[in-house]
């Protein structure tokens, strides 16, 4: 007798390309049988008329939190990682979330920009989206090329914690304006002598020459090239802005090559960061980037900035608050529309929701209500990034097989890490011997319920998620008590 059979629905593995109505059995954790007439279980969950996936994998999610795992399970997300920033110490930071306990997996990167402000500054930040930005406050770590001492205690730091298992380096390196090449280039070669990919926000976000995303695409790629490291692009649509197409064949032609080059991107024209970014303090942010700086939204209050001078009020009050950056204006302008469908559409690359953390009078909540209290805000890709694209670009608009658009959450991102992480070949599939990471939901029902008027909804149509074959999710409702989450982390070589 297994411990549960999900019976009667209709199965879809991307991996084989099964699709079709099935049961699949669950044992201690595990998916042991997917097929017909399996027998019986402890407990059944009848899943006729609904679609059984992986669980979502989630490669870019800032600000993990229960309240964020709670949302993301909505979602369809079983495993919710920080790798576009990272963290620092990994280890600790492992250890802190295996005592308060995780309803989703987890895991994270190596932090390479709090090495940075570990080793050129005396600052003590949390190793958080909101942590780097009040590490402005003393700005050399990002504006500054480290010398050589510090460069050697930088690629130290990033060696040790990858040994600790941090899933590959992140770079977001439009924070770090200062970086040289030669510092880039050392840890490029650390990472693809580690096997562990890079996780890289490019280093300019603009549509006009010199510094353009085109350009900043161009010394990624080489990076690729020079050292064998694994570049993996993050938020393809919200760094490549208006140049995405130029952009997207750049990737395209690197990727015939044989280079090891992957992205990732969401389903908004809207981003999320810090007041405190270093690209917005650019005098000409207006020109390269299409739009003013009424583009920039305080989360928290909902202002709109008037103008440099008001951006610069914000940045020295509170360098660390949360903004949404308007930056493509898809439901009023088709054109924009095509420029987001260049990056989320791009064949073989992965929806990733660069989720923020949920925050609440300006500073992050973590409380246990459910549903969220009113005055809980945070970007609504934090709550329907994936519903969002099966239901609207896969559901609504077709613009390509429901199999496919389940393997873009699920298997590609599962790919792009295993290499460096085997526990991944266990996940983004429905199969024996895999993790029961498995969402149960109503393809018809299925929608994502966040807006910008009202960001705090969980998306709709999720009927049950597992996690390690326990319930978060049961017949729509949220389990509170559910804590199955287990770290993920990559295999020191």
Request: with cysteine.
């Amino acid at each position: 007798m297994y411990d549960l059979i999900i019976r009667g629905g209709r199965v879809i593995d991307p991996e084989s390309g099964h699709d079709g109505v099935a049961d699949v059995a669950i044992q201690a954790g595990t998916i042991v049988a997917v097929g017909a007439g399996l027998g019986d279980a402890a407990q059944v969950i009848d899943a006729g008329g609904l679609v059984v996936a992986p669980g979502f994998v989630d490669l870019h999610a800032h600000g993990q939190s229960l309240p964020a795992d709670r949302m993301q399970a909505f979602d369809g997300v079983t495993t919710t990682l920080e790798l576009e920033l990272g963290v620092w110490p990994v280890a600790r930071w492992y250890e802190e979330q295996g005592r308060a306990g995780r309803t989703l997996n987890y895991g994270a990167s190596t932090g390479w920009v709090f090495t940075r402000i570990g080793a050129m500054t005396a600052q003590q930040v949390e190793a958080s989206i909101e942590g780097m930005g009040r590490a402005m406050r003393d700005p050399r770590w990002s504006s500054a090329a480290a010398t050589a001492a510090e460069t050697e205690d930088i690629i130290a730091r990033v060696r040790q914690g990858l040994d600790e298992g941090g899933i590959g380096i992140g770079f977001p390196n439009a924070y770090v304006p200062g970086a040289g090449a030669k510092e880039m280039s050392a840890l490029c070669r650390l990472a693809a002598s580690a096997n562990a990919p890079t996780f890289t926000h490019i280093a300019y976000m603009s549509n006009v020459d010199p510094r353009s995303s085109i350009e900043a695409y161009t010394r990624l790629i080489g990076f690729a090239g020079s050292t064998g490291a694994h570049m993996h692009m993050c938020h393809f649509n919200s760094t490549s802005l208006q140049d995405v197409e130029a952009a997207a064949e750049l990737v395209r032609t690197a990727q015939a090559q044989g280079l090891k080059v992957t992205l990732e991107a969401y389903p908004y024209g809207v981003g999320s960061t810090v007041v405190g970014a270093a690209f917005f303090t650019d005098p000409e942010f207006p020109q390269r980037t299409g739009g003013g700086y009424d583009t920039i939204e305080l989360l928290q209050s909902g202002r709109r900035l008037a103008d440099r001078d008001d951006l610069l009020a914000a940045q020295e009050q509170d360098p660390g608050a949360l903004i949404l950056w308007h930056f493509l204006d898809v439901d009023v302008t088709p054109r924009h529309r095509d420029l987001l469908d260049v990056s989320v559409l791009f064949p073989g690359g992965a929806i990733a929701s660069d989720a923020i953390a949920w925050m609440i009078d300006g500073a992050p909540y973590t409380g246990d209500a459910w549903p969220l209290p009113d005055g809980v805000v945070s970007h609504p890709r934090s709550a329907g990034t994936f519903t969002r694209f099966l239901s609207r670009w896969v559901r609504e608009r077709q613009s390509m097989p429901l199999i496919e658009g389940i393997a873009k959450c699920t298997l590609i991102p599962a790919q792009i890490l295993e290499a460096g992480t085997p526990q991944m070949h266990r996940k983004g599939r429905i199969k024996p011997g895999c993790d029961a990471d498995i969402v149960v939901f109503d393809y018809a029902d299925l929608r994502d319920m966040a807006e910008f008027s009202a960001m705090n909804r969980p998306a709709r149509g999720m009927r049950h998620v597992l996690v390690n074959g326990e319930a978060v999710i049961a017949d729509g409702y949220l389990r509170p008590n559910a804590r199955p989450g287990r770290p993920v982390r990559r295999e020191a070589r």
